[in-house]
């Protein structure tokens, strides 16, 4: 048992109607320790967003019923959700689809296919956590060896 200082884990809501994405994604969120809320399409990721108010939203573009866009510019225009960062996942990479995002009301903008470990370093300072690095705690137990 550790006893290190632990914040209440930050929640993500995962907006992926891809099944591997979304456990590739939401293994590794978790993994890096925060809380995930997982939503397949537009409709679903507003209605989570309103409900859970979430930290953060990873938004992929390519969800059925309203697409990410879509779903971003609904949140954006409502007071209960319009603070919370929307990061739009996309695989389309067209020009201009970082502009488009950015006209939708996204705060940021990331092409896939990106290695979890990137998506987890972007959260990460998207989200202000630090280094992820690991620091072993000073302790009298650790003294040898
Ligand atoms: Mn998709």
Redesign the pocket.
């Known amino acids: 048992m550790t006893s290190t200082q632990t914040a209440a884990p930050q929640t993500i809501l995962l907006v992926?109607?891809?099944e591997d994405?979304r456990i590739i994604y939401a293994t590794a969120l978790r993994y890096a320790g925060y809380c995930v809320l997982e939503a397949v399409t537009g409709t679903q990721g507003v209605q989570q967003a309103r409900d859970n108010q979430p930290d953060l939203i990873l938004m992929?573009?390519?969800?059925p019923e309203l697409d990410g866009w879509e779903a971003t510019a609904v949140l954006k225009a409502d007071p209960r959700t319009q603070r919370i960062p929307v990061v739009a996942v996309t695989?389309h990479a067209l020009p201009g689809d970082e502009e488009r995002s950015l006209q939708a009301g996204c705060d940021g903008y990331l092409a896939k296919p990106i290695p979890p470990a990137a998506l987890i370093a972007d959260v990460d300072r998207r989200l202000g956590r630090l280094t992820r690095s690991y620091v072993p705690p000073r302790s009298a137990d650790s003294a040898t060896s």
């Open positions: 992926e109607d891809n994405n992929d573009i390519s969800v695989a």
